[in-house]
């Protein structure tokens, strides 16, 4: 079982910054690909980032490519979204997911809501 927990969510204007941190359980971080979703009301849940389990390799959407940077830090068990250049379009609740190699497992939610 892997638990996930996200913060780093708040109210930001247009233009600014924010950085997620997602904290995991677990001795065999270091093996899990993780990764960034997001859902805004009424829409379903979509795919954001998500980082090979190295941090060798790491893959965007369209939308937030060049704006959005995952990273990970296997001896903090911990993986960061930076978001930079932020639109009202990103608001949304962020969800961390870890994929291991018998299960997915999903974060609570954190709220990032853009205000114009």
């Known amino acids: 079982q892997v638990q996930l927990v996200e913060s780093g969510g708040g109210l930001v204007q247009a233009g600014g910054s924010l950085r997620l941190s997602c904290a995991a359980s677990g001795r065999t971080f270091s093996t899990y690909a993780m990764g960034w979703f997001r859902q805004a009301p009424g829409k379903e849940r979509e795919f954001v980032a998500a980082?090979?389990?190295?941090?060798?390799?790491?893959y965007y959407a369209d939308s937030v490519k060049g704006r959005f940077t995952i990273s990970r830090d296997n001896a903090k068990n911990t993986v960061y979204l930076q978001m930079n250049s932020l639109k009202p379009e990103d608001t949304a609740v962020y969800y961390c997911h870890a994929q291991t190699f018998r299960a997915g497992y999903w974060g609570q939610g954190t709220q990032v809501t853009v205000s114009s």
């Open positions: 980082i090979s389990w190295n941090g060798g390799g790491s």
